[in-house]
């Protein structure tokens, strides 16, 4: 048990993987030195922050869609102290298969990335999917088999998961900004 806990003495929580906003984010953030552990969502990061897994962790507070609920009220309930934050410029890439050139009929992302870009979304009149984070869009189109479908997420990202950018800087011509917390668990 020992061990645990100097491991998680360590350990800064995020919504990985690497390459997501809150990577991003987390290389700014978090204390050094320290191990960047990528979670699938961020009900699993606020988890090892609250259980003692991690002794930090980094999450979206908010954002041009409106406050990140659960990071609020992780804050709000008085268990995490918020430590430090910093804010990124985010811009969305719009990402397709290799072999998908037909029109775009879909969407995936995590539910703010597609509430932010909600104009985009309308104007082309497109049917969404939300996932736990944009880099789970990313893999889900990667595997996807129907056609017409595209993920968005951070430019960059296109080699990493097998796909092709399709459109770059999907919200212009504005500018999105989202708001990241590095926490800490309070200690009783």
Do not use: C
């Not at 934050?85 to 072999?99: C, G, K, P, T």
Request: glycine share 10%.
């Amino acid at each position: 048990m020992a061990e645990l806990v100097e491991d998680a003495a360590m350990l800064t929580a995020y919504l990985g993987p690497e390459g997501s906003f809150t990577h991003q984010a987390a290389l700014s953030l978090a204390p050094q030195p320290t191990h960047l552990d990528p979670k699938p969502d961020l009900t699993a990061v606020l988890e090892a922050l609250r259980s003692g897994a991690a002794r930090y962790a980094v999450a979206a507070i908010d954002s041009a869609a409106g406050p990140i609920t659960q990071t609020v009220e992780a804050v709000d309930a008085g268990w995490a102290d918020v430590l430090g934050e910093h804010e990124i410029a985010v811009s969305f890439d719009l990402y397709r298969r290799r072999d998908d050139d037909g029109p775009l009929t879909g969407v995936v992302g995590h539910e703010k990335a597609l509430a932010q870009l909600g104009g985009y979304i309308a104007d082309k009149r497109l049917r969404t999917r939300a996932f736990a984070s944009n880099t789970a869009g990313l893999s889900a189109i990667a595997a996807e088999s129907e056609p017409g479908w595209g993920a968005v997420g951070p430019a960059g990202l296109a080699q990493a998961y097998g796909l092709r950018v399709a459109e770059r800087a999907l919200e212009a011509p504005s500018q999105l900004v989202t708001r990241f917390v590095l926490l800490q668990r309070k200690s009783a």
